[in-house]
Nanobody, 115 residues
Framework: QVQFVVSGGGLVQPGGSLKLSCAAS????????TGWYRQTPGKQRELVAR???????VYADSVKGRFTISRDNAKNTMYLQMNSLKPEDTAVYYC?????????WGQGTQVTVSS
């Protein structure tokens, strides 16, 4: 029903960078990508960064100044540039997309920050 293409996760040392990418498309209906969330064992899924329809952004306090969310509207593709990564950034990162009726989640991509 909704096809996600998510990439960019991996293993990186503290202080390193990764860039996540998410594209979403619906079968016969419109979807748009809205933000990135992450989840670690024992915790609820939490907002990392969100981008609104007017281009404004919201970041978790823990990533402000280090992460940047952006969107290519023509491709309905969203990015998360992650710099100065810390071990506490280790999580499965999920791309969120929505239609008028529903929220959808990508498959998740593992980000591990470790020396």
């Amino acid at each position: 029903q909704v096809q996600f293409v998510v990439s960019g996760g991996g293993l990186v040392q503290p202080g390193g960078s990764l860039k996540l990418s998410c594209a979403a498309s619906g079968s016969g209906f419109r979807v748009w990508v809205t933000g990135w969330y992450r989840q670690t064992p024992g915790k609820q899924r939490e907002l990392v960064a969100r981008i609104t329809n007017d281009g404004s952004t919201v970041y978790a306090d823990s990533v402000k100044g280090r992460f940047t969310i952006s969107r290519d509207n023509a491709k309905n593709t969203m990015y998360l540039q992650m710099n100065s990564l810390k071990p506490e950034d280790t999580a499965v990162y999920y791309c969120n997309a929505r239609s008028l009726r529903n929220d959808y989640w990508g498959q998740g991509t593992q980000v591990t920050v470790s020396s």
